[in-house]
């Protein structure tokens, strides 16, 4: 496990949604982030900025010039946040209690069967390792 791996990961809404951007495409300006995040209420070019150079900042993010222009990508991989963010909400919520934070996950009302059978599928393969 990596440095980064072991280290808290925190990520407020807007920079969740930045981040998401960038997986998604691999690499991104501000421009192209501030685009797939219209809605109505797109933050300002400015604030996405400020944004992606305080990620930068926290070394989640690097960026390269090309033609005068920034293009950020990531350096922390989706799925190490997901890890990360789901082992803090367990610890602080549900005791450390995988068990516990699973039967929340089944009282959804909005889980569907077919959720639930891949859920089960997934512990099946777990489980055969």
């Known amino acids: 496990m990596s440095v980064r791996e072991s280290a808290e990961i925190r990520l407020g809404r807007l920079e969740l949604q930045i981040m998401n951007v960038v997986w998604q495409k691999g690499t991104a300006t501000v421009h192209e982030v501030r685009d797939a995040l219209k809605s109505a209420k797109t933050p ?15 070394g989640y993010l690097e960026h390269t010039v090309k ?6 990508r990531a350096t922390i991989a989706q799925q190490d946040v997901r890890c ?17 934070l ?19 599928k997934l512990i099946k393969e777990r489980d055969e390792k």
């Open 44 to 58: 300002a070019y400015s604030t996405i900025l400020t944004m992606m150079r305080s990620l930068e900042n926290k």
């Open 67 to 72: 033609d005068r222009t920034y293009v950020y």
């Open 84 to 100: 990360n963010v789901l082992g803090d909400v367990m610890s602080r919520l549900f005791d450390g209690s995988p068990s516990l």
């Open 102 to 120: 699973v039967n929340s996950l089944l009282a959804q009302k909005n889980i569907s069967d077919a959720d639930i059978k891949q859920i089960k």
